[in-house]
């Protein structure tokens, strides 16, 4: 007696058998097994009845299951042909047949394409899967603390109430004294149990004395959460030339140097303690689109925040420390000049909600889905197409700039 299970598993090791079944093992509740022999019976040429008789198979009989019906708990012996197991399903003959059809240069270009739509839906899948399903992580196991630079306005501010609802303390470190009061004692009021610690750096002034404060303030402290968000943008498009000094080294030294010397001057403790996330807040002007006209160095010093971030994340990893850059395209802030959120422009909450759940993945994410979209879209447009529509548009917003300019001065 043959074990129905057994030989089906070891069928690619078997020639021209004859195979006794007891009908009884056509177990209802094996439906794979069952469907399998049925769409393998159809080559089946006689069987052995009960009675020893020799008997034709119709190749339309749906064997086991008229075995079953009719002739339950009788052994039957089949003869099978050579190929009964090797042979394929009349599907996949009928693709066999179809593509042995096909000229042969068409081949490479079929697997192509096949591989393509195989990569494309992994790709879908995964991104459904980051952006729905995958649950944030437990920021505290980084360290009790965090430290947000900009936390007075837009993304920074949003991102401090997000750490603190995450039952972080928080180390804010901004320009303005009023309004870095203002925010710690809104956090507190809210989240009554949040530790705040202010300090005062103006990342346009002495970077040296400021870096040192923060130095002061975090000794003994287990920061664990760094949000290098603190950066400056030109107050509207414009050209190179037109750039002047001060805005040239506002953009540098805040952009480039004071995410920089803060990082270097939190990264100690994390390597010490093995454990840390870092995020650096750079921008779709550096990575999305191939070009920002009009915002030159704007885009480069977010370019430089890019490569840094990636660097540092290679060299970390091993050692605990999670490095990301997150690409925001326009957020609803007095930076984008933008009052009222959308779909694709969210406010700094609906941003910081979601960029939380992705601190400690991807070295480089986009985390509010609809950016993502539209990321997807430019990636897939021609680069010429994409650089004369911004051309455009940042001719737009020069043009509204030097309007708003010169009714001021009249
Ligand atoms: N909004 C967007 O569409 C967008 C898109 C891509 C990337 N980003 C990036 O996101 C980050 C935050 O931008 P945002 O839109 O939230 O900007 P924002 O609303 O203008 O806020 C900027 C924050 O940085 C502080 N800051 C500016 N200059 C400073 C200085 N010299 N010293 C100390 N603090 C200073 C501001 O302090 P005050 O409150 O004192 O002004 C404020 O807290 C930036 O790095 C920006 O490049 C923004």
Redesign the pocket.
Known sequence: MVDVHSVLRHASCLKNVFLHFNIAEFDPISPRVLDKVNCKLRDVHEWQGPEGESQQANPHDRLPQYFSENLPHTKIELALPEDFFTHPSPMAECILEQLRSQPTWLLPLLALGFLSLVKCSFTILKWVYVNFLRPGKNLKKYGSWALV?????????AFAFQLARKGLNLVL????PD?LREVSDSIKSKYGSTQVKTVV?????DLNDGVGRIKETIEGLDVGVLIN?????YPYARFFHEVDENLLN?LI???VE?TTKVTQAVLPGMVKRKKGAIVN?????AIVIPSDPLYAV?AAT?AYIDQFSRCLYVEYKKSGIDVQCQ??????????S?KRSSFF?PS?DGYARAALRWIGYEPRCTPYWPHSLLWGLLYSLPESIVDAWRMKFCLGIRKRGQLKDSRKKE
């Open positions: 630079t900009g936390p007075t306005d837009g993304i920074g501010k470190v901004g320009r303005n309004k750096v103006d990342f346009s002034g968000n603190v950066g400056v943008s506002d030294k805040v952009n004071g807040i750079g921008s779709g002007a704007y977010k690409v925001p395209l326009y957020v609803a802030t007095k930076m984008a933008i422009v700094t």
